[in-house]
């Protein structure tokens, strides 16, 4: 038995596919130079956290003597690469119509712009970001481990970021952005949901928060939280429609609650409870628990014994 495969098979083979190509499918399109670099996309954001976190992503293969000089190579470099990404995802997703390259330049070099001068206020969100995890985790020894080690804070990051990007109406992009970060952290947040400040994710694994979801200040997420959309039936009618649902200020929501729709509301300071399923509004200062949740025990002498377990209204099921 030959483990080779014939050069004349490779070659029917490749004939074969080469020609499936040619089927009209929208995925068949080859334009590997013309296409939004994923690769790319993720440098981007490494070159970036070095600008939000000055000191803590920089690249130790150099020297900083003069850290003037060293943000201003940075951030000439960053405004290079996001540009030629950005010209390449207009004319990539023409959502804005077909724009002649002259056009899309100089709407590139506008969003460029936009961003960067956007910086500051994305940093102080950011500090807000820190410090809320600071004071929510008991577990965190210093603010330092919170930016080098803490889930919740890149994906925030990587989503304040993206968001500036989403606003200002580039395509493609800041979805490989928020994306990178949900591969990173398992935290699936859509660029185009709206966060306040102060906003804590605590471990953060399976959390979802869907495009036109909008959450207030001083909001506390623990992990497996879903705040999504109700039905998806609709498809393509249902975009731009407000399909997920509003947190006010200070509102924590505990491990494995779904919150789901876009005309639920949960009002100010209120507490959702672990694994609770809420499709409707919820007042402000409110307390949202599962009761008398039903736990079946068995023995090693297979006998079988019931207990009802009564959840007191603060356990939330929280590690």
């Not at 954001?45 to 920089?58: A, Q």
């Not at 919150?259 to 307390?287: Q, Y």
Request: charged share 25%; hydrophobic share 35%.
């Amino acid at each position: 038995m030959e483990d080779l495969i014939k050069e004349e098979e490779i070659d029917g083979i490749v004939r074969r596919v080469l020609k499936d190509y040619d089927g009209g499918k929208n995925i068949d399109a080859i334009n590997i130079y013309n296409n939004p670099d994923k690769a790319e996309v993720r440098d981007l954001l490494h070159h970036l956290f070095r600008i939000v976190f000055p000191g803590y992503f920089r690249d130790r293969n150099f020297k900083i003597y003069n850290p003037k000089n060293s943000v201003a190579v940075t951030i000439e470099d960053i405004f290079y690469h996001l540009n030629k990404q950005v010209t390449l995802a207009l004319d990539f997703c023409r959502l804005r119509g077909v724009m002649t390259e002259e056009e899309r330049k100089a709407e590139s070099y506008r969003i460029c712009k936009a961003f960067f001068e956007k910086l500051p206020e994305i940093r102080a969100d950011i500090e807000t970001d820190l410090l809320a995890a600071y004071d929510g985790d008991p577990a965190a020894c210093c603010l330092e481990e919170i930016i080098l080690a803490y889930p919740g804070l890149m994906a925030i990051t990587v989503n304040r970021l993206a968001h500036e990007l989403y606003l200002l109406k580039v395509p493609v992009i800041p979805r490989l952005m928020t994306e990178y970060a949900h591969a990173e952290t398992g935290i699936d947040i859509h660029p185009g949901a709206k966060i306040g400040r102060y906003f804590f994710i605590d471990h953060g694994t399976g959390i979802v928060i869907g495009e036109t979801s909008v959450i207030g200040e001083n909001v506390k997420i623990y992990q497996g939280v879903t705040i999504g959309a109700l039905s998806t039936r609709g498809g393509q009618k249902l975009s731009g429609k407000k399909r997920h649902p509003t947190i006010g200020d200070h509102v924590t929501i505990y491990a494995g609650a779904s919150i789901l729709g876009g005309d639920t509301v949960i009002g100010d300071h209120s507490v959702i409870g672990g694994n609770t399923f809420i499709t409707s509004s919820v007042p402000p200062c409110t307390r949202v628990s599962v009761k008398n949740q039903e736990m079946e025990y068995r023995t090693n002498d297979n006998h079988r014994k019931r207990e009802e377990v009564q959840q007191s209204e603060e356990w939330y099921y929280i590690i």
